[in-house]
């Protein structure tokens, strides 16, 4: 702050001075003919003497990024929502008194500018401005090194600095949307219906998850900010809409890492009469369709591995998968002692009420998850873990449940639905017990639920993708918070 004060007290001179000379510091809008993307297809290709022919009087308008002053002109960089463009401003072109205002202008200001185009002697194209408008005046200067803000902590708190002066940031944004907007087209097109369900819940369903907890004082009842649309969405299958998705937010109470954010997007979506297994041809086809729309490729590069999302993609079962890929004993799947005894070697952190199945979990989570680059789905997960989905025909102690795992993330977790309504109120019970026990990520009892599959739910298969993990894929993003434009932060202190 202290480095910055002289410049700010300099800048409110300015202003005041501005002011003085009756100069409105932030008029109401602006109209301009063109943005900088548009002036360059226009103009770009013309040389010198076709741009004389051209119509003069042109307007554009956007923030002064550079400004090299010449005493009676000055070249400036003006930067608007589609890039970036070259003008210059000369005393005895636009005359004494505008360039007495000029003069009081600094980089970080709003401006219009109305002019011809014309190439500087580097062949640049550049706008010769016969009149400037002040916009908006900045009273804080940009960061330094404009080029290159490093410092992660200013750009997670001041995301507009970040957007401003790295225009990679920007790009991955704009990526963000289109993946988004992929998503969308790609459910509508498969006849899924886009739908909100509540955001506060009476009751936190649908994942186990810690929930934030919040008080309506109007109707004097707590509320939870939801951890999941799940339980909801499938009270509309319940109701005939048999392909329902969402995109939007969901809450969990959890810590913040590189890879979790209180506060994050998901896609999830559900069909009436289908399975597991077809969600993973669905979920196949959707990443295809993305990656060809968005990067017209099947490959990526992730943080310096390459990864192939060409289908078929491999399906393991997460007990072979911890036999092969993390050197799991035989004894750890059917003894306590011995998963607690393999877990604690690889300092795996337990608790005392830990199960067998979430042990299995854990030792998941820091021996095999890290190194599943290609896609992979996992399937097989022990319904002791897996409350809401259906168990398996030939084996009931696991379910019809998929993960998917890319670089070594969990990227999307899918099932064949539970539609038993005396099996899910029995998984519901055993939640209650455990959250009664101590674990405060159990799930809720949710009666209204069960009521709704007492009317029947159709068989279904219903699936929720990490939006943000798939943005950090596809634009080499490794933190979340480098996908999520406001990421929470700890406040700062003092």
Excluded: C
């Amino acid at each position: 702050m202290e480095k910055t004060k002289p410049v700010i007290e300099d800048r409110i001179k300015k202003a005041e001075t501005l002011k003085e000379m009756g100069i409105n510091l932030y008029p109401a809008g602006y109209r301009y003919d063109l943005t900088s993307s548009e002036a360059f297809e226009r103009f770009n290709q013309m040389d010198s003497a076709a741009l004389e022919k051209e119509k003069k009087g042109f307007s554009m308008a956007g923030r002064i990024m550079s400004l090299r002053d010449f005493g009676k002109a000055a070249f400036i960089h003006i930067k608007d929502g589609t890039g970036r463009i070259q003008a210059y401003v000369r005393k005895d072109q636009i005359g004494d008194e505008q360039y007495k205002i000029f003069k009081l202008m600094d980089m970080g200001d709003f401006i219009g500018i109305k002019g011809s185009f014309f190439r500087t002697r580097t062949d640049e194209l550049t706008l010769l401005a016969d009149e400037i408008t002040l916009l908006s005046k900045s009273m804080r200067p940009l960061p330094e090194k404009w080029h290159g803000l490093t410092d992660v902590e200013i750009r997670y708190r001041q995301r507009y600095l970040d957007l401003i002066v790295n225009e990679p940031v920007k790009e991955v944004f704009i990526l963000r949307s289109r993946i988004l907007q992929s998503f969308r087209n790609f459910f509508i097109r498969k006849g899924f219906l886009e739908v909100e369900t509540p955001m506060m819940q009476p009751i936190p369903g649908g994942a186990t998850a810690r929930p934030f907890k919040t008080y309506h004082n109007a109707l004097g009842m707590d509320l939870y900010l939801r951890v999941a649309p799940e339980l909801y969405l499938k009270r509309l299958v319940v109701g005939g809409i048999e392909r329902v998705f969402e995109i939007n937010r969901n809450f969990r109470n959890e810590g913040i890492s590189l890879q979790h954010n209180p506060e994050f997007t998901m896609v999830e979506f559900y069909q009436a009469y289908a399975t597991y297994e077809d969600l993973m041809n669905l979920t196949e086809e959707l990443f295809t369709d993305l990656l060809q729309e968005i990067l017209n490729r099947q490959t990526i590069t992730y943080q310096n591995q390459s990864i192939d999302f060409t289908p078929p993609w491999p399906r393991i079962s997460l007990f072979d998968a911890m036999r092969e890929i993390g050197g799991v004993t035989e004894e750890v799947f059917s003894d306590l002692k011995a998963a607690t005894e393999f877990a604690k070697s690889k300092d795996i952190t337990l608790t005392k009420k830990d199960s067998l199945a979430k042990i299995w979990a854990k030792i998941f989570d820091q021996l095999v998850e890290p190194k599943l680059i290609q896609p992979t789905f996992i399937i097989g997960y022990p319904t002791e873990i897996s409350p809401l989905s259906r168990r398996n025909d030939q084996d009931p102690d696991l379910t019809d449940r998929f993960e998917l795992f890319i670089a070594g993330k969990e990227i999307g977790n899918a099932f064949t639905e539970l539609n038993d309504p005396v099996d899910q109120l029995g998984r519901f019970e055993r939640q209650v017990a455990l959250r009664e026990s101590g674990d405060d990520e159990a799930q809720f009892m949710d009666r209204d639920y069960v009521t709704a599959l007492e009317h029947g739910l159709p068989p279904t298969a219903g699936e929720g993708i990490g939006i943000d993990r798939v943005v950090m894929l596809l634009t080499d993003s490794p933190s979340i918070r480098d996908v999520i434009f406001f990421p929470h932060m700890r406040s700062k202190q003092g």
